[in-house]
């Protein structure tokens, strides 16, 4: 600890929405404007998918199929993240909590480090419209930025217009089949969250079937008055 993140009441930002809903893209934007780090629980798994490690030989096959990976993972590798000095001054968590239980352990664990909820933002969608959005999206492999098949291809075709890379990636799970059991996990298991947060009197609810730059001016609203 270098003492230089010793900022007044570190916040944390909770997104939830089901898959497609924009919690990445959001997310992201939120991160160029107001400084915060991204934490995504799914980016964190696919990495530990990709080094090999223990977590990502047991979370791999759960997450092709579109299911949800075992709390007990989960929740260690959020720990572990959220003890890095970068997270000390505040975080957007992107796709964490999804299960009643992640959200106690979150609970815990900002009591623990002095940090709480400024809000917890739900991205509201029509299920329909979701499996669309989410089989025809893809991603530039150099800085992430999103492109779909239907709704946004780059300008020159097969170049990314932030970075000029041509090399481009699709996620094994956006395809209609896990889609589907997203969506599933999604209303059985996140959905109630909903009312938890609201419960804590830190809930804000977002149209995010507007196009992206309203549902981020609207958002960037909410982070304004939470982080004031
Ligand atoms: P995402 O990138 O947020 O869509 O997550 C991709 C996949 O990673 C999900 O379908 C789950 O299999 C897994 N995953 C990500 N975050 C969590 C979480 N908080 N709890 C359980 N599984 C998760």
């Known amino acids: 600890m270098d003492g230089s993140n010793a900022m007044a009441a570190p916040a944390v930002l909770i997104l939830l929405g089901p898959p497609g809903a924009g919690k990445g893209t959001q997310a992201r934007k939120l991160t160029d404007r107001f400084g915060l780090v991204q934490l995504s629980t799914g ?17 791999e096959a759960v997450m092709k199929a579109g299911g949800l990976v075992s709390d007990d993972i989960v929740i260690a590798i959020l720990r ?6 970068d997270c000390a001054a505040g975080v957007i968590l992107d796709g964490f909590p999804r299960t009643a239980g992640q959200a106690r352990a979150l609970d815990s664990l900002l009591a623990e480090s002095g940090q709480e909820i400024a809000a917890a ?72 969250l909903i009312a938890y947060y609201s419960d804590q009197g830190v809930l804000k609810t977002v ?8 549902v981020s001016d609207r958002m960037a609203g909410i982070v304004q008055d939470a982080f004031a």
């Open 43 to 59: 980016d964190l798994l696919r990495a530990a998918v990709a080094e090999g490690t223990e977590a990502g030989k047991q979370a």
């Open 80 to 85: 572990d993240r959220m003890s890095q000095p």
């Open 121 to 192: 933002i739900s991205l509201e969608v029509d299920d329909a419209a979701m499996v669309e959005r989410v089989s025809g999206r893809y991603t530039c492999a150099k800085c992430g930025e999103g492109y779909h098949d239907s709704f946004k291809q780059p300008e020159t075709a097969g170049v990314c217009d932030v970075c000029g890379s041509t090399e481009f990636k699709r996620r094994p799970d956006d395809n209609a089949d896990a889609v589907a059991t997203r969506l599933e996990a999604y209303h059985a298991e996140t959905a109630p």
């Open 207 to 214: 149209d995010a079937m507007a196009d992206i730059d309203s």
